[in-house]
Nanobody, 116 residues
Framework: QVRLVESGGGLVQTGGSLRLSCAAS????????MRWFRQAPGNERVFVAS????????SYADSVKGRFTISRDNAKNTVYLQMNSLKPEDTAVYYC?????????WGQGTQVTVSS
């Protein structure tokens, strides 16, 4: 079972930046993609970004394209989400997710709050 631990959330002003990290425990050989989702109060959890293990290929939600960048460090089994030009509507709990061929794993989430 893959365990995921997110970090890097916090309070930032509009236009600021944050970098989220997601560290995955072993075994990681079964992971086919890593993804970030977010959930604002009263809303459903929605996709933010993903990166595959093989290519790697990245994908982004339209709402974050050009502002967020997903990357990974395989030596550290860590995925990052660099968030720039943050807006109040980016306020949410951000969750890291590991997709394998047989299951999906989730971290505990990290709070990001963008003040106006």
């Amino acid at each position: 079972q893959v365990r995921l631990v997110e970090s890097g959330g916090g309070l930032v002003q509009t236009g600021g930046s944050l970098r989220l990290s997601c560290a995955a425990s072993e075994p990681t050989f079964s992971i086919v993609a890593m993804r970030w989702f977010r959930q604002a109060p009263g809303n459903e959890r929605v996709f933010v970004a993903s990166i595959t293990e093989s290519d790697p290929t990245t994908s982004y939600a339209d709402s974050v394209k050009g502002r967020f960048t997903i990357s990974r460090d395989n030596a550290k089994n860590t995925v990052y989400l660099q968030m720039n030009s943050l807006k109040p509507e980016d306020t949410a709990v951000y969750y890291c997710s590991a997709l394998t061929s047989y299951s999906t794993y989730w971290g505990q989430g990290t709070q990001v709050t963008v003040s106006s």
